[in-house]
């Protein structure tokens, strides 16, 4: 990919030689856990319940319908979606093709975007079609109008003239050898760019961090052992999946490497957010100190049953330790500080640290090499 430096040989060889890259892109990684439990759910959102087999079938006719749309390996793709099931269906079938993630967040805006699409050289944009007052479609049109790479822009929702629909992409005519053969065709490869990441913000404007599917998996991989997942976790999802931290530090990645299940939320307030740990089952909530300290003073607490939460995350500031006592105390779950960037050093409090490190520390890098 121009603008990408590899990974040295000798450390890319040392790597797979120890174990640590599996030699797996994103999508095979998936497609592993599809393949062991088709039938299980793999993500939650609202009503709507998709197993492993059925988000590997969405996304994989949303990946041949990319290609079509004249998407290639190597050409990034500006993402800027919500915590829906678009988010997911549109980050697995641009792997599936090889095609790369630029990660952008709701909030973000002209300024960040026109960023964004001159960094990466972005072909395609993907947006919602109007978030509370805001309305992507017009937006993305004036970047279509100042950058002549820009070739397409497709809605999760109604496009407007010039744009296309992200949902018309996908046709449901095809057999699954067809869409097999259709996706063989300049397959991704593991040491290629799978994701590109903001980084923290500590210049005025994110850098863009290339992450390789070997890398990546291996971050999913690590992380996802530390937090204890398996294939009983359920993961809720309620910080933007644009992020590293919940997009695979653990987050819906890992989750999907231990195949357990990923619930989206579509509100972080207690009432809410209690309501849906009741209801799903929910083990294992990303979270930051705003929120955790709002659910532990609010009263809701009480009203529901949360004896399926095992771990509470914690990213960004660290959380003092008396909220960490709290979370024990109050809600039975154990606390746990996920702190790193999106270069690739994540740190961890593990879940069997003595009081000292799970009380008082940012953890430990969740890989020695």
Known sequence: MEGFVAWPDDLAAHYRQTGLWEGLTLTQMFDRSAQRTPDKPALVWAEERWTYAALRDRSRRLAVGLR????????RVLMQLPNTPDFVFTYLALN??????????????????????????????????????????????QMQAEFPALRQVLVAGEPVAGQGALAALIDASLTDDQVAQAL????????????????????????LIPRTHDDYVLNARLCGAAAGFDAGTVFLALLPLGHNYNLASPGLLATFYFGGTVVLGQGTAADEVFALVAQERVTVIAAVVPLITAWLNAPEV???????????QNGGAQLAPELRRRLRAQL????????????????????????ELLLHSSGTPVCDE
């Open 332 to 355: 039975g779950c154990t606390p746990q500080e996920v702190y790193g960037t999106a270069e690739g050093l994540i740190n961890m409090t593990r879940l069997d640290d003595p009081d």
């Open 184 to 207: 063989a065709v300049d397959a991704p490869q593991p040491g290629g760019v799978c994701t590109m990441l903001l980084s923290g913000g500590t210049t005025s404007m994110s850098k």
């Open 302 to 312: 009480a009203h529901h049953d949360l004896s399926s939460l095992k771990v509470i």
């Open 68 to 75: 079509r749309s004249g998407l290639r390996r190597g050409e």
């Open 96 to 141: 599936a093709i090889g095609a790369i993630p630029v990660m952008a967040l709701r909030a973000h805006r002209h300024a960040e975007v026109r960023h964004f699409l001159r960094a990466s050289g972005a072909t395609a944009y993907v947006v919602p079609d109007v978030l509370g007052r805001f309305d992507y479609r017009e937006m993305a049109a």
